[in-house]
């Protein structure tokens, strides 16, 4: 089955700098990577996808970007702020795997003032 | 719309007891997801449902584990036996289309079992 792994498990930044998380998915096949952001006590919520058709993709500070060769995307948030404080989650399906989601073990980003 | 709604928010039980979690998935969502999640695995996906049908439960653990889905709008898990290693997040997600589109998840049900 499709394995994603999910680097860094933590990460520290200043506000304003810019964060970078890393995953890598192993089943060629997986055509969807979405990107869930969880604060504490919530669920995870969706904050930003990209489909395998696509390279990247940017919403306001924060964009996705997709090797389909190498197999890995990455979430970029730029000018991060306190509030971007959460785990942040990245997951890839597949069709032959009945689209379910399989999700990287997290990263736990914290922005201090 | 309300969101995903999960009940209990938090339960603690004794080993042995039987657990049943809860989840009213969003109006018009034809998928519906249990996930568990904690800190060793992460998020693991349980079972899902389309249309109230299971279409994949390979990632309940054990027979202890069942989930149904009654009717569009309500869906249970439940665990009996409940065990110490049963304690997790317990979320429920769902969809408006394909099973790895938008998935919604409720504020899940943190089971402790003692």
């Known amino acids: 089955g499709e394995n994603v792994e999910q680097h860094p498990s933590t990460l520290s930044v200043q506000e304003g700098d810019s964060a970078v998380i890393k995953c890598t998915y192993s089943?060629?096949?997986?055509?969807?990577f979405p990107w869930y952001k969880q604060e504490l006590g919530k669920g995870p919520q969706l904050i930003i996808d990209?489909?395998?058709?696509?390279g990247e993709k940017k919403d306001q500070r924060i964009a996705v970007t997709l090797n389909k060769t190498a197999k890995h995307f990455s979430l970029h948030i730029t000018e991060t702020q306190p509030e971007d404080s959460a785990v942040y989650f990245c997951?890839?399906?597949?069709?032959?795997?009945?689209?379910?989601?399989?999700f990287g073990k997290g990263t736990s980003l914290l922005v201090t003032p | 719309d309300a969101g995903v709604i999960q009940s209990p928010r938090h339960e603690v039980t004794e080993m042995g007891q039987e657990v049943t979690l809860r989840c009213k998935p969003i109006?018009?969502?034809?998928?519906l997801f249990w996930y568990r999640q904690t800190m060793m695995r992460g998020l693991e996906l349980l079972i899902y449902?389309?249309?109230?049908?299971?279409?994949?439960d390979s990632g309940m653990p054990e027979d202890r584990f069942s989930a149904k889905m009654p009717n569009a709008s309500f869906s249970t898990l439940k665990i009996q036996p409940s065990e110490p290693r049963d304690s997790a997040v317990y979320f429920c997600?769902?969809?408006?289309?394909?099973?790895?589109?938008?998935?919604?998840f409720g504020e899940g049900s943190r089971l402790t079992v003692l």
């Open positions: 449902f389309n249309n109230n049908v299971p279409i994949d």
């Open positions: 990209i489909r395998s058709n696509v």
């Open positions: 109006s018009g969502h034809d998928y």
């Open positions: 089943d060629s096949a997986s055509n969807y």
């Open positions: 997951a890839a399906s597949n069709p032959n795997s009945g689209y379910a989601l399989n």
């Open positions: 997600a769902s969809s408006p289309t394909g099973g790895a589109e938008a998935l919604f």
